[in-house]
T-cell receptor, first 113, second 111 residues
Framework: KAGVTQTPRYLIKTRGQQVTLSCSPISGHRSVSWYQQTPGQGLQFLFEYFSETQRNKGNFPGRFSGRQFSNSRSEMNVSTLELGDSALYLC????????????FGPGTRLTVL | KQEVTQIPAALSVPEGENLVLNCSFTDSAIYNLQWFRQDPGKGLTSLLLIQSSQREQTSGRLNASLDKSSGRSTLYIAASQPGDSATYLCAVNPGNTPLVFGKGTRLSVIA
């Protein structure tokens, strides 16, 4: 079974731009969660989508948004990029039950200049 | 609010040594606890998952233990090798909320 895939793997943007990251979950998984990892803050939860609905949300500004499609693929968008948004963005998929076990993708490294 | 702490933040050991990484959490109401490995610039690789009803899990040279009542888990690595050099992350699954991660222990195994 194929694992979680994320595209692109690397991105370089400038301040003020926007960016869209994509995550394809493991086949059969209906939940996708997004995490931001920075050296200072570690891994922080952004949001979770289940069956195309946002089910849980972390403490991030409204510039961070996401969506999920009917095939469970998910995208996250960051608008008006700031230098502090430079991070590794990780996506995790799971079956969607509570409780559940998450499987992580390789991440997208975003650099904001 | 669940908080996860990993000590030490960094560790350097000579090859062949046995070592223990520590993880503590503040709320014992967890579903499971997971240990991950992360190589520089890469994603997370799951090493071991311990359900709340279990005391330990083993995989090869790795052994993870869980003491829910005291809010502690340890990851034991036997006969360390240079290839074990990475950051090791502990994550608690509270059940109805997202994973809560520690900040990791950066391990260097010197040949």
């Amino acid at each position: 079974k194929a694992g979680v895939t994320q595209t692109p793997r690397y991105l370089i943007k400038t301040r003020g731009q926007q960016v869209t990251l994509s995550c394809s979950p493991i086949s059969g998984h209906r939940s996708v969660s997004w995490y931001q990892q920075t050296p200072g803050q570690g891994l922080q939860f952004l949001f979770e989508y289940f069956s195309e609905t946002q089910r849980n949300k972390g403490n991030f500004p409204g510039r961070f948004s996401g969506r999920q499609f009917s095939n469970s693929r998910s995208e996250m968008n960051v608008s008006t990029l700031e230098l502090g948004d430079s991070a590794l963005y990780l996506c995790a998929s799971s079956l969607g039950g509570h409780p559940d076990t998450q499987y992580f993708g390789p991440g997208t490294r975003l650099t904001v200049l | 609010k669940q908080e996860v702490t990993q000590i030490p933040a960094a560790l350097s050991v000579p090859e062949g040594e046995n070592l223990v990484l520590n993880c503590s959490f503040t709320d014992s109401a967890i579903y499971n606890l997971q240990w991950f490995r992360q190589d520089p610039g890469k994603g997370l690789t799951s090493l071991l998952l311990i359900q709340s009803s279990q005391r330990e899990q083993t995989s090869g040279r790795l052994n993870a233990s869980l003491d829910k009542s005291s809010g502690r888990s340890t990851l034991y690595i036997a006969a360390s090798q240079p290839g074990d050099s990475a950051t090791y992350l502990c994550a608690v699954n509270p059940g109805n909320t997202p994973l809560v991660f520690g900040k990791g222990t950066r391990l260097s195994v010197i040949a």
